[in-house]
């Protein structure tokens, strides 16, 4: 071409219509990328624009949900004859994948020729099954679908089917297939999957090893999880969140506090996720030294005002035992949700102050924060444990009355639970009888207790009765039933009832309590005297009983269930193990020190009779965490009123 042929050159031409849409589409505007497609049916455009701008068009329609519009462009995809390329075909399915099945109803489309089914899936399944050329894109959006709507069989049948076509699964089939196992625990055909993946060369890509790990921990194989994880060349922040988060919900709770460890020192900043995951592990351990040095990330990090952080964070601080300081970061937030208001009336239902549990919930109806079922379980165990009847009546019937909340069977147990505590065995007795659901063993196991505190013998060999039918290797129920016969006086019906449980095999749970000291968690069994200070110990009860008894202490033998002496009694009660925890803390601490104990059984009653002494004597604040609920003693006084 010569120069001045090239002077004289036209312009460019402007982008076709085709290609503005697809740019439009690619960079998420989606509206934008619609309205230059009816532009272009509007205008002459040449007919090869629509099978060329179709794919993006109806990538736009799943992204803005347009059910209607997308079911008008699968109809012009067939006159177009544009339903034979296998990139519009795809685009079809993806759509028809996003939509809820109700698009059809409001779009008004009948039939399958205005593209249109039942479901979405039909549409899915329709627009596959008439598909002249198919890709793996194809087989996995198909897979997906399946997933999503709880089709685990036939998902799992289309993948095999895929790899007799032909099409090898790919990390998105993996990643689909994967969550299935992880749904239904399943972890032998979990590892079945795992094995394909080692073999073909999976194993190192991070979407394959998430779903890996997200399924093992689901399995509650969280070891597995963990080589998974290691194996992984390069690990981002959501993949870490992913490892602690299903060992935090496992329990496996130092694996989860040597993840975070790890996570710190790769460089990773924490993120929200990451401290609302861990804060909960916190609660189940008897130290408070982890869960207020993640406190202190999360005022440095600037997360206080996160709900879901300061949600856990009272949890947490209400579960080991530090009720003041739950209190303050609640007052703190801005705008509690349901899950601080219940986490927050529970914590003091559990720690004494239940009044200001039930004033807790009246504040959180002013400011029109609708309670749940979970609250009311709060609010009823608060009843519970002050011996509120009346108050219990009101909140329970309240819930089908105003709330239309359905009594489950944990609401109609604290209803129970709180007739029973509060002496009204009767009325207890005829509440569970006449409850709608099915009571179960645990229920009557409240009122079981009961009985046993209150010394009703012949009642409580009634409900011990339908406790055994129900679940006749109970062990509770038998204990319970044997300290019934023992605590008046029936020594024989006891031994009896001991024996049978003895040539059945079952064996009560021995008494025990532990603390944490120094770091290091010391564990007492009642009667045992394995422990290394265990002399010390005995010297310095010893010591306090002396005390005590100037001050008006009489040992309490209500709770020694054995046929012997009264002194033999009195120096049973010497031995229980939250005595020697307690003792053994404040012999290991410096004055002043709070002392935390946890026992796996309800505290007897002489045991706590000593322990508000001992709080007086030895000028500590005694906090004791037993099955039931928190009990903190200063100053000669409980928290619970003397009324658990």
């Not at 993948?159 to 297939?177: A, C, E, I, N, Y």
């Not at 009571?439 to 079981?448: K, Q």
Request: glycine content about 6%; overall charge positive; hydrophobic content about 40%.
């Amino acid at each position: 071409m010569s120069v001045a042929a090239a002077d004289y050159a036209p312009w460019p031409l402007p982008p076709s219509w085709a290609y503005q849409i697809r740019v439009a589409a690619a960079q998420g505007h989606f509206r934008d990328a619609i309205s230059l497609f009816l532009r272009m049916r509007a205008s002459a455009a040449p007919r090869s624009s629509v099978p060329a701008s179709l794919p993006a068009a109806l990538k736009c329609c799943a992204a803005l949900g347009l059910g209607a519009l997308g079911a008008s462009l699968h109809g012009l995809a067939i006159r177009s004859g544009a339903f034979a390329d296998r990139f519009t075909a795809n685009a079809l399915l993806n759509l028809y994948c996003k939509l809820p099945d109700d698009y059809l109803h409001s779009s008004g489309v009948t039939s399958m020729d205005e593209a249109g089914s039942s479901t979405a899936l039909d549409s899915v399944r329709k627009v596959f099954d008439e598909m002249l050329e198919r890709d793996v894109v194809s087989w996995n959006t198909l897979v997906l679908g399946c997933t999503e709507e709880g089709m685990h069989q036939e998902a799992l049948g289309l993948v095999r089917k895929m790899w007799r076509d032909g099409f090898r699964p790919d990390t998105f089939t993996l990643s689909s297939v994967l969550p299935i196992f992880a749904e239904c625990a399943d972890v032998k055909r979990g590892m079945e999957v795992h094995g394909f993946v080692i073999r073909h060369g999976f194993d190192k890509d991070v979407f394959v090893g998430s779903s890996l790990i997200d399924m093992y921990a689901n399995c509650n194989r969280t070891d597995c999880s963990v080589k998974v994880f290691d194996n992984l060349p390069a690990r981002d922040p959501i993949l870490w969140n992913s490892m602690l988060a299903g060992s935090a919900q496992n329990g496996s709770v130092e694996e989860a506090l040597g993840i975070f460890r790890r996570m710190l020192q790769a460089g990773v900043r924490p993120v929200p996720v990451t401290l609302s995951s861990l804060i909960p592990v916190c609660g189940n351990l008897a130290s408070l030294r982890l869960g207020k040095q993640l406190h202190a990330y999360v005022i440095q990090g600037g997360f206080e005002d996160n709900v879901f952080i300061s949600s856990s964070l009272i949890d947490m601080y209400c579960k080991r035992g530090e009720i003041s300081i739950a209190r303050r970061i609640f007052d703190r937030m801005p705008s509690p949700d349901i899950v601080s208001w219940t986490a927050m009336i529970m914590g003091y239902a559990l720690h004494g102050p239940a009044r200001e549990a039930l004033v807790l919930f009246e504040k959180m109806k002013l400011g029109n924060v609708k309670p749940n079922h979970i609250t009311f379980i709060a609010v009823l165990t608060a009843c519970s444990h002050a011996g509120l009847v009346d108050k219990g009546w009101k909140y329970f019937n309240s819930m089908s009355d105003r709330y239309g909340i359905v009594p489950t069977l944990e609401h109609c147990g604290a209803l129970a639970d709180t007739l029973g505590r509060a002496g009204e065995l009767d009325e207890a007795y005829n509440f569970i009888s006449k409850m709608q659901i099915k009571p179960t063993a645990s229920v009557w196991s409240t009122l079981l207790r009961a009985c046993r505190v209150h010394k009703n013998t012949s009642l409580a060999e009634e409900v011990a009765k339908k406790i055994m039918e129900l679940e006749p290797r109970s062990i509770g129920s038998h204990v319970v039933l044997a300290n019934v016969y023992s605590a008046s006086g029936r020594w024989n019906e006891a031994a009896r009832l001991r024996k049978s449980m003895r040539n059945k095999g079952m064996k009560k749970d021995p008494a025990c309590s532990w603390i944490e000291v120094k770091r290091k968690m010391h564990v007492f069994v009642a009667h045992d005297r394995s422990h290394p200070w265990y002399d010390r110990i005995i010297d310095a009860l010893n010591v306090f009983s002396e005390q005590m008894a100037r001050q008006g202490y009489v040992p309490n033998t209500e709770d020694v269930f054995q046929d012997i002496e009264e002194e033999q009694k009195r120096h049973a009660l010497c031995g229980h193990s939250e005595k020697l925890a307690i003792v053994f803390g404040i012999m290991s601490t410096p004055p002043g020190t709070t002392i935390r104990v946890m026992k796996n059984l309800r505290v007897c009653i002489d045991c706590h009779t000593v322990t508000k002494y001992i709080s007086k004597l030895a000028d500590r604040e005694i906090v004791v965490r037993d099955a039931n609920r928190f009990h903190h003693f200063k100053d000669g006084n409980c928290s619970c009123g003397d009324f658990w």
